[in-house]
């Protein structure tokens, strides 16, 4: 089972509304968690980077929010734009882990 | 600065033949590492390399190996191409061992993704 689901898998959404993306992990113990936007061809480009003590986080229109206790986090995107499509990764880190975990993803698309 | 740069960017291959995808970095970071992207699946780890001369193996490491002379370039070899090895490769880099390190928040850059087809 991988140590981070997100959800949905896919979504569609009209241009200028808002919409949230999850991610749930089991990776422990936990060191911080990142948000990567991945269009379409490209390399993954950072979003946002919370550590434990941070419950939320930033980056224009993108909001990250971060419940350790639940392990949870979700990324909000608010007044959607054309290109926002993409997909969105989440990412967790344990403490002396070999590697991050990367979520499979949310493929957002913004029509108009 | 050109950030990470990787060649080339589609690659065709039969079955047995080998190759080398070329990743290079212009920021002097010291972490670089190697990742395959398949379709319903998270990036997964190949190799990485902690500094020049030295690297480790990842998730996923067999068939694929790594050298690290120079802190700029991380190439990865194909030894024996099979279809399993179909996938987006990606090549990422960092000032530090991005996210494992106590506290680190550094980031992560992704190079633009090789595409691979065995044949």
Redesign the interface.
């Known amino acids: 089972k991988n140590q981070v689901e997100q959800s949905p898998q896919s979504l569609i959404i009209l241009e200028g509304k808002n919409c949230t993306l999850q991610c749930n992990y089991t990776v422990s113990p936990f060191s911080n968690l990142r948000w990567y936007k991945q269009d379409t061809g490209r390399g993954p480009v950072s979003l946002t980077i919370m550590t434990f003590s941070e419950n939320t986080k930033s980056n224009g229109r993108y909001t990250a929010t971060l419940d350790a206790d639940t392990k949870q986090s979700s990324l909000h995107i608010t007044a959607s734009q054309l290109s926002d499509s993409a997909s969105y990764i989440c990412v967790v880190s344990g403490y002396n882990n070999n590697d991050m975990r990367f979520g499979a993803g949310t493929r957002l698309t913004v029509k108009p | 600065n050109a950030g ?1 740069t990787q060649t080339p960017k589609f690659q065709v291959l039969k079955t047995g033949q080998s190759m080398t995808l070329q990743c290079a970095q212009d920021m002097n970071h010291e972490y670089m ?1 190697w ?1 395959r992207q398949d379709p ?6 190949i190799h ?1 390399s902690v500094g020049a001369g030295i690297t ?1 193996q ?2 996923v490491p067999n068939g694929y190996n790594v050298s690290r002379s120079t802190t700029e370039d991380f190439p990865l070899r194909l030894l024996s191409a099979a279809p399993s090895q179909t996938s987006v490769y ?1 090549c ?1 880099s960092s000032y530090s061992r ?3 390190d ?4 550094d ?7 090789t595409r691979l087809t065995v044949l």
């Open positions: 990470v590492s990742y319903g699946m998270g990036l997964r780890l990485y480790d990842g998730e990606f990422a991005a996210g494992t106590l506290d680190s928040t980031t992560q850059y992704f190079g633009p993704g």
